[in-house]
């Protein structure tokens, strides 16, 4: 190397090549061009060339490209001008891992990309994607109100992939050098540090939170490492690690079932067991727990025998294990966790510090492909203590807090500010705490109802395979529930004590039409259950609307033996299969008969974002119309304010388009009602519902009738 280049500074020039400090290129009198212009003519380097940057790093060009939409936005920003938004760093994603063993700022790029995906299955589609890497520029206000920049990092052919890179003046943050052997004994040691300081200082809190001191009927005991085997219950209790993870394809579960239950209660080898199942029984064995709960091996797939007694399961357990980093049962736990195979370091670039944020634990929680499955919602608003694993790190998460694998920290720094979370703010997107539904049981909270809200609401987004689970995927909470609320009583779903409220749920966009001839074999819901809803249906259910006093619900008699409550299971499972309920309401038909239907268009105006309806045409006229697409219907009488309504079907919009059907409205509270169609047969189905209704649209209505909901 010249020797200049060990004492000069250098900079990068405007064709992106470094060049000594002192040498200043001529003004060019062409007007400034953007880092991001075509340059002319093209540089012959390559985007993985490097030289030593004026930090005496190696700093490869594409990095130089980054540094001039650094450099060009700042000054950009000091005139109030327009910014660059982005520019290439490498041609893909593979070309950016070579050069990050040479360039150190490559390897914040690299590992931001990495922290991103939390399963193993998103950074296998990383490293082979073949798509452009991209940094963007972006600015945000700070919580003080100062300004600041960040930057995020694309993939071209991956959409869905934003990695964050935090920018700083100073250089005050800690880099991380997490250990990247998902098997290390760092990893469960810090696990096991987490575990023992909440049983030791939690007392009072997250141990009350169990349920009670039994054993699920079934646990695994782990005889070694290589070796287990199924055991009763009725050898007392003992503390085990519950599992939630997502099984993929049913026939790779290593389920348990009738024919292999009885040498399953023999020692045997785990070699066959799915690998998501092999590596969490590593971690409970490695923690030092000798039994586990796994719901493939202990319930007897043929029986379901224990299947209803969920909210005992994991409210009981020492912790649950959440597989974050697995999509399906045969995948590993415990890869590699490339994001700390390359070790970050401090390095700036355009005189910005950069360092990749942490993920919150909401946000792994959102990213995680627990999120949207079915069961495995019970299953963590259940536990009172979470073990979080992802593929670049774990979380702990317990009812007195939160907690992060952070050891060891690479160049800690003496005066080191708390490590940087992302800088997006809709990153961190409020959602319930994981124990937020328990605590709120076992302080006796007063209404427990908007908790039951809104896990209906995150509940109806989640997929599942087999639809007769429908509600019983849920059955876990409902008894949890139930327990807290021992005089209430299920209905499908719904609670009584909150019937206006329950049957008032409302999707935000029209379900598509069932099929002509559904499946014998698919179980039939009430319409007036939200469980009749296909599944990954977006619904709103927190409704806010004093009751009405004319809606009471009629209940059946046999239900009020005092003694029906006190199985919490077997009222759930009874609730769960009723299929009509008897209610007394104001109702009257949802349009006048002298009503005329008009196109949704021509009262329809979009002001700026929002949507307002104007009738300044003939405002003594009754009109209502269909908007199809949305399947929304609007009613607009005796010059007061319109009301709009919402379907669940698209079948009903069509039958309601050609006149099919006759609406009828049935007041719920002093802002709510259902849509209902009469069968015919004395009984009623519900439609669709509205908010937001006038408060003087039943005033007419004198009378409560007694309608039977189907």
């Not at 970050?344 to 792994?364: A, F, Y």
């Not at 909270?445 to 987004?461: C, H, M, Q, R, T």
């Not at 099929?515 to 469980?531: G, L």
Request: proline share 6%; hydrophobic share 35%; with cysteine.
């Amino acid at each position: 190397m010249p020797f200049h280049h060990k004492i000069i500074p250098h900079h990068s020039d405007a064709e992106g090549k470094l060049s000594p400090k002192w040498f200043k290129s001529p003004k060019s009198p062409k007007p400034q061009k953007s880092p991001i212009s075509p340059k002319s003519p093209k540089s012959s380097r390559l985007l993985t060339d490097t030289e030593k940057n004026f930090d005496f790093i190696e700093q490869c060009v594409g990095c130089n490209k980054v540094e001039s939409l650094i450099k060009w936005n700042t000054e950009k920003r000091k005139n109030g001008e327009e910014r660059a938004t982005s520019t290439l760093l490498h041609n893909s994603f593979s070309e950016l891992d070579s050069c990050s063993k040479t360039c150190k700022i490559c390897r914040v790029f690299r590992q931001s990309l990495l922290l991103e995906e939390v399963t193993f299955d998103g950074v296998k589609d990383i490293e082979e994607s073949k798509g452009k890497v991209t940094v963007h520029w972006k600015e945000m206000t700070n919580e003080d109100g100062r300004p600041g920049v960040f930057l995020t990092v694309g993939v071209e052919d991956i959409p869905r992939l934003t990695g964050v890179v935090n920018c700083s003046s100073r250089n005050e943050m800690a880099h991380l050098a997490l250990n990247p052997n998902g098997r290390g004994i760092p990893v469960f040691e810090q696990a096991k540090e987490w575990l023992h300081d909440c049983r030791n200082n939690h007392i009072g809190v997250c141990d009350n939170l169990k349920f009670n001191s039994e054993n699920p009927r079934l646990l695994i005991e782990i005889l070694s490492s290589e070796s287990i085997q199924l055991c009763s219950k009725q050898y007392g209790p003992c503390e085990y690690v519950a599992l939630s993870y997502c099984w993929g394809d049913p026939k790779n579960g290593g389920s348990t079932t009738n024919a292999n239950f009885p040498e399953r209660l023999r020692p045997f080898g785990i070699k066959t067991l799915p690998a998501t199942v092999r590596d969490a029984l590593y971690i409970v064995h490695a923690m030092n727990v000798r039994y586990a709960w796994i719901d493939a091996l202990c319930i007897n797939q043929d029986t379901k025998e224990g299947l209803g007694e969920m909210h005992k399961v994991y409210s009981n357990a020492l912790f649950t294990l959440c597989a974050c980093a697995t999509t399906k049962s045969n995948a590993e736990l415990l890869g590699e966790r490339k994001a700390w195979t390359e070790k970050t370091e401090s390095c700036r670039l355009g005189g910005q510090w950069l360092t990749t944020p942490d993920m919150s634990l909401n946000q792994l929680r959102m990213k995680s492909p627990l999120a949207g499955r079915a069961w495995t919602l019970q299953e963590e608003r259940l536990s009172p203590r979470m073990l979080y694993v992802s593929s670049s790190r774990v979380h702990w998460s317990c009812a007195m807090g939160n907690k992060m694998e952070l050891k060891p920290v690479y160049e800690e720094k003496s005066h080191k500010l708390q490590r940087p979370w992302y800088a997006l703010s809709d990153r961190d997107n409020e959602v319930p705490a994981s124990q937020e539904f328990l605590l709120a049981c076992h302080r006796g909270e007063g209404n427990l109802y908007p908790f039951w809200a809104d896990i209906v609401k995150s509940y109806a987004l989640r997929d599942m395979s087999n639809l007769e689970d429908r509600l019983g995927a849920l059955s876990g909470l409902a008894a949890r529930y139930l327990s807290a609320n021992p005089l209430d009583e299920y209905l499908a779903g719904i609670w009584e004590k909150n019937l206006p409220e329950g049957l008032a749920w409302k999707v935000e966009r029209v379900a598509e039409a069932k099929d002509e001839k559904p499946d014998p074999k698919t179980p039939v819901w009430p319409s007036w259950s939200w469980a009749v809803l296909p599944v990954r249906t977006a619904i709103e259910t927190n409704v806010r609307s004093p009751r009405s006093a004319f809606f009471q619900h009629i209940p059946d008699v046999d239900l009020k033996n005092p003694d029906f409550h006190v199985d919490e299971a077997m009222a759930i499972t009874h609730g769960e299969k009723i299929k009509e309920i008897c209610v007394t309401g104001r109702t009257r038909p949802l349009w006048k008969p002298t009503s005329c239907r008009v196109d949704w268009s021509s009262i329809s105006r979009l002001v700026g974002k929002e949507e307002r309806f104007t009738f300044a045409a003939k405002p003594e006229q009754n009109i209502h119309a269909i908007q199809s697409p949305a399947g929304r219907v609007l009613v607009y009488e005796d010059r007061k304010r319109e009301v709009v309504c919402q379907l669940d079907f698209r079948h009903d919009v069509i039958k309601l388009q050609s006149g099919q059907v006759k609406l009828l409205a049935l007041e719920l509270g002093e802002t709510t009602m259902l849509l209902l169609e009469d069968c015919g047969d004395g009984t009623h189905r519900r439609v669709g519902a509205a908010w937001n209704v006038r408060k003087d649209f039943f005033a007419l209505v004198n009378d409560s009738e007694v309608l039977v909901l189907r």
